[in-house]
């Protein structure tokens, strides 16, 4: 792991003090923090989905311990983007199914 360099004068003289970088050239502190990488989910023709976006299932997707199909063409308001399980990384109600996990790569924004 590398240190970078100081924000606020570009010293390449940077080193770690507990939590934080210190620049020993001008005395700046600020604190290590992880870069975090935006993850971004795109549905199947590659739309980029937030929070609260409309779908709609683009093929028959079977449930899960159910001998019911969700139907291609159903239309899921109100969507949650989360971390992704087993590729899921949609939380949604569906109308007769209630709540369900659902891959982006399934459906397609409205």
């Known amino acids: 792991m590398t240190i970078p360099a100081c ?3 570009n010293s390449e003289y940077t080193y ?9 050239m001008c005395a700046h502190e600020w604190p290590q923090e992880e ?3 935006e ?3 795109r549905d199947a023709n590659g739309n980029v989905l937030q929070d609260g976006d409309s779908v709609s299932v ?3 997707l079977k ?5 019911s199909v969700i139907k291609q ?3 899921v308001k109100n969507i949650k983007l989360v971390d992704p399980d087993n590729g899921h990384d949609i939380d949604c109600k569906i109308d007769g199914f209630g709540q369900m996990s659902l891959k982006s ?3 397609k924004k409205l």
């Open 7 to 9: 924000p606020k004068c």
């Open 16 to 24: 770690e003090d507990g939590l934080n970088y210190v620049c020993p």
């Open 35 to 37: 870069i975090v990488e």
């Open 39 to 41: 993850v971004v989910v």
């Open 58 to 60: 683009i093929k028959d």
């Open 63 to 67: 449930v899960k311990g159910s001998s």
């Open 73 to 75: 063409g159903t239309k």
């Open 105 to 107: 790569e399934f459906v």
